[in-house]
């Protein structure tokens, strides 16, 4: 099975920085690799699938890249209502395994 | 709209069962592979079982291997999880998650339920 490894498991900066969280597979995987945000509280949702398509309605301060077995997700100009856990997640097969989660604070 | 309503969860005796379901609408059920996905309190996300859109394809995670199955009824819109054999460590919310494209076995998830809460304890 794939796992994947998510860094930092927790970061805080200040509003307008720039966020960077990065997730490496354990194997090459393409570029199946998904980022979710979670909210305190509320269900995942969808940023960002085939590891740089920004997914629809998501804002464009968000952006993936990467491919293979190192990938990293973005923050432009972090804002107050990007408080939340990211995760991500490989989907080339099963088990579709997700990182241990990136908790974003406000400094 | 496309929206997923999970219901079924509850409290439940270590080795009991529970039968999650999951109500699809909005979209062509048949053809999107589904998954449940858990978080246990104050964890992360862990993916638990997928299916195919029609439902020949079955995968469970090793947590849950031989006590879990995935199921669907395609008529009915309705994806199912049964649960056997709880344990305590199964105690969490349970998403199911709408495949991100037509036809793929195995894919991202665009849309998930609210989730419903299983409390494994005596």
């Known amino acids: 099975d794939i796992q994947m490894t998510q860094s930092p498991s927790s970061l805080s900066a200040s509003v307008g920085d720039r966020v960077t969280i990065t997730c490496r597979a354990s194997?090459?995987?393409?570029?199946?690799l998904a980022w979710y945000q979670q909210k305190p509280g509320k269900v995942p949702n969808l940023l960002i699938y085939?590891?740089?398509t920004l997914q629809s309605g998501v804002p464009s301060r968000f952006s993936g890249s990467g491919s293979g077995i190192d990938f990293t997700l973005t923050i432009s100009s972090l804002q107050p209502e990007d408080v939340a856990t990211y995760y991500c997640q490989v989907y080339n097969s099963a088990p579709q395994t997700f990182g241990g989660g990136t908790k974003v604070q406000i400094k | 709209e496309v929206q997923l309503l999970e219901s079924g969860g509850g409290l439940v005796q270590p080795g009991g069962s529970l039968r999650l379901s999951c109500a699809a609408s909005g979209f062509t059920f048949r053809t999107y592979a589904m998954s449940w996905v858990r978080q246990a309190p104050g964890k992360g996300l862990e993916w638990v079982s997928a299916?195919?859109?029609?439902?020949?394809?079955?995968f469970h995670a090793d947590s849950v291997k031989g006590r879990f199955t995935i199921s669907r009824d395609n008529p009915k819109n309705t994806l199912y999880l049964q649960m056997n054999s709880l344990r305590a460590e199964d105690t969490a919310v349970y998403y199911c998650a709408k495949g991100l494209q037509q036809w793929l076995v195995v894919d991202g998830f665009d849309i998930w339920g609210q989730g419903t809460l299983v409390t494994v304890s005596s």
């Open positions: 299916i195919s859109g029609s439902g020949g394809s079955t």
């Open positions: 194997q090459g995987i393409g570029n199946y």
């Open positions: 085939a590891a740089s």
